[in-house]
């Protein structure tokens, strides 16, 4: 604390025989300071939030069924079907496979700069483009996407080929769950390959 020395010896005389007393200096002791800065300290980190992470929200849709009027039908000629897997495994194929007699052919790539899942997306957006110059789509008709992340596929799959879709600015596209069917698409074409 701020201390004073107010000791003056006797009385209060005035007078030209007084002597007049020397005034001390005010010292200010700095100790209750460090005292005081530490508490405030303790006392918020104890009552501070730490940063919570930052997560992406994804709005998926209502899982109730959806009357047939709603569902947006999407052409074959203009989907492109991608299937997440293990390793970071990507498999593709044209179209929406749905005649279980012809299984599609599909192709497995990576995220990677040359050949990879980025080259398949514009390859497809080109496709449908060139398709549209010529007359076969209507100019309204986009090229869309079905990503269907199988269930021992990665979270930062589904992140990175939801920012492929981001960066190649493919408007139209969809997760949805992967079917028993594209499943076995999967595990054909890895027996095939000899991946274990």
Request: no cysteine.
């Amino acid at each position: 604390m701020a201390e004073m020395d107010t000791s003056s010896g006797g009385g209060h005389k005035k007078g030209p025989g007084v002597k007049k007393s020397k005034k001390m200096s005010t010292r200010v002791d700095l100790t209750p300071m460090v005292d005081l800065g530490f508490l405030l300290i303790t006392f918020f980190i104890f009552t501070t939030t730490m940063a919570k992470p930052k997560t992406m929200e994804i709005n998926m849709p209502n899982t109730k069924q959806i009357e047939e009027k709603d569902q947006t039908k999407i052409k074959e000629s203009t989907a492109m079907t991608i299937l997440l897997s293990q390793d970071h495994r990507i498999y593709y194929y044209e179209g929406l496979a749905t005649d279980p007699t012809q299984p599609p052919e599909l192709k497995v790539t990576y995220f990677r700069e040359k050949d990879g899942i980025r080259d398949a997306i514009i390859s497809k957006i080109e496709k449908v483009k060139a398709l549209q110059a010529s007359g076969q789509l209507d100019a309204k008709d986009k090229a869309a996407f079905l990503i269907k992340p199988d269930t021992n596929s990665s979270y930062k799959d589904l992140v990175d080929i939801l920012d492929e879709m981001t960066i190649n600015d493919a408007r139209v596209f969809a997760i949805i769950d992967i079917t028993p069917v594209d499943q076995e698409f999967i595990a054909l074409t890895e027996k095939a390959s000899g991946v274990q």
